[in-house]
């Protein structure tokens, strides 16, 4: 889609105020932004997200470097704004409203439930279930396609520790007896 040439140039040109700039690199990387914060936060992505966004335009002025550099700058705020979201969270737990009208509630179309099983959102959901340093390594590493010095960055880890944590992750992931189920399935059951 775009090239880091691409990027590059959206980059110089956002940071020195440019909004198409922006847009690019907001239209580049909010897919991959918003699948790490879906695991890091559930519901409220979008909602952080945002707040990872804003804060990015107010201070990409002040950021000096390349794509892959901008990329770790990014998710670096992203994760600060999660863990703020955490522990809005733990602060404050939301009380759900009293209760809806169940029989007004449009009932689920079974083939976009089976779609969702085996798409993106199935797979957030199982990456999720991993404990955090390894959800948060696998989602930086293989999702986002940080670098592992990067990685390390976003997480204030050495990169030996990044390694160990998405090999253990993946290594669960692959041991799941979900994952393992579609593994074995032939193409035509999928």
């Given at each position: 889609?775009?090239?880091?040439?691409?990027?590059?140039?959206a980059?110089?040109?956002?940071?020195?105020?440019?909004?198409?700039?922006?847009?690019?690199?907001?239209?580049?990387?909010?897919?991959?932004?918003?699948?790490?914060?879906?695991?890091?936060?559930?519901?409220?992505?979008?909602?952080?997200?945002?707040?990872?966004?804003?804060?990015?335009?107010?201070?990409?002025h002040?950021?000096?470097?390349?794509?892959?550099a901008?990329?770790?700058?990014?998710?670096?705020?992203?994760?600060?704004?999660?863990?703020?979201?955490?522990?809005?969270?733990?602060?404050?737990?939301?009380?759900?409203?009293?209760?809806?009208?169940?029989?007004?509630a449009?009932?689920?179309?079974?083939?976009?439930?089976?779609?969702?099983?085996?798409?993106?959102?199935?797979?957030?959901?199982l990456?999720?279930?991993?404990?955090?340093?390894?959800?948060?390594?696998?989602?930086?590493?293989?999702?986002?396609?940080?670098?592992?010095?990067?990685?390390?960055?976003?997480?204030?880890?050495?990169?030996?520790?990044?390694?160990?944590?998405?090999?253990?992750g993946?290594?669960?992931l692959?041991?799941?007896?979900?994952?393992?189920?579609?593994?074995?399935?032939?193409?035509?059951?999928?």
């Amino acid at each position: 889609m775009w090239g880091d040439d691409d990027l590059d140039a959206a980059l110089k040109a956002a940071a020195a105020g440019d909004q198409e700039g922006f847009a690019v690199l907001w239209r580049s990387q909010q897919p991959a932004v918003l699948r790490y914060l879906r695991v890091v936060v559930g519901d409220t992505a979008e909602d952080v997200a945002s707040e990872t966004w804003l804060q990015a335009a107010r201070d990409l002025h002040r950021f000096d470097g390349d794509v892959a550099a901008f990329r770790g700058w990014l998710f670096r705020i992203a994760r600060h704004r999660g863990i703020d979201e955490r522990r809005r969270v733990a602060r404050r737990p939301e009380q759900p409203a009293e209760s809806l009208d169940e029989s007004a509630a449009p009932g689920r179309d079974a083939a976009t439930e089976a779609l969702e099983q085996h798409g993106t959102g199935w797979a957030l959901g199982l990456i999720a279930t991993l404990p955090a340093d390894q959800a948060e390594a696998v989602m930086l590493r293989v999702v986002a396609g940080l670098d592992v010095a990067t990685t390390a960055q976003v997480l204030g880890k050495r990169p030996g520790a990044v390694r160990v944590a998405t090999m253990r992750g993946l290594r669960r992931l692959a041991e799941n007896p979900q994952v393992s189920a579609l593994r074995f399935s032939s193409p035509g059951e999928v």
